[in-house]
């Protein structure tokens, strides 16, 4: 959710010219708790009986139980992958999407060099990259 709070944090700043950064401001005060508690409420439910934790197989750490065979298993594995991975992803790609498109028209409008644009593409391409990379494997 950090990655997907980022993005849409510099689709503000970057297209909300008329807001100050003091009311930017106001909005990282409101993201913060609520990626906290997001994430709380996530990690909490296999605490509170939905699905399970359980040892790694070398026994290192603990995960949840992807391989649980009960309806609650299977449901909270579901919603980890919808929450934790679907949405984020889908929040970014939307948040660079609409940069994207409006660097584009801002670029086409007043003839711009296009060496902003490009960069925040490959940046954007690059973070996305990652994140897929990264969290794919496990959802």
């Known amino acids: 959710m950090t990655i997907s709070a ?6 503000l ?3 909300a010219a008329q807001r100050e950064d003091k ?29 399970s934790y359980t040892t790694e197989p070398y026994n290192i750490s603990c995960t949840i139980n992807w391989t649980g065979s009960s309806l609650e298993d299977k449901m909270y594995v579901i919603l980890s992958v919808v929450f934790g991975f679907g949405i984020p992803l889908l929040i970014c790609i939307t948040c660079y999407v609409l940069i994207f498109k409006q660097l584009t028209c801002r670029n086409n409008a007043i003839r711009a060099p296009r060496h902003m644009e490009s960069r925040l593409v490959k ?17």
């Open 6 to 11: 980022i993005a849409a944090m510099r689709y």
């Open 13 to 15: 700043k970057l297209f």
């Open 23 to 51: 009311v930017l401001f106001g909005y990282v005060w409101k993201i913060i708790p609520f990626l906290w508690v997001y994430s709380f409420i996530i990690a909490i439910l296999p605490i509170l009986g939905i699905s």
């Open 123 to 139: 940046t954007a391409f690059a973070v996305m990259l990652c994140f897929m990379l990264a969290w794919t494997p496990i959802a």
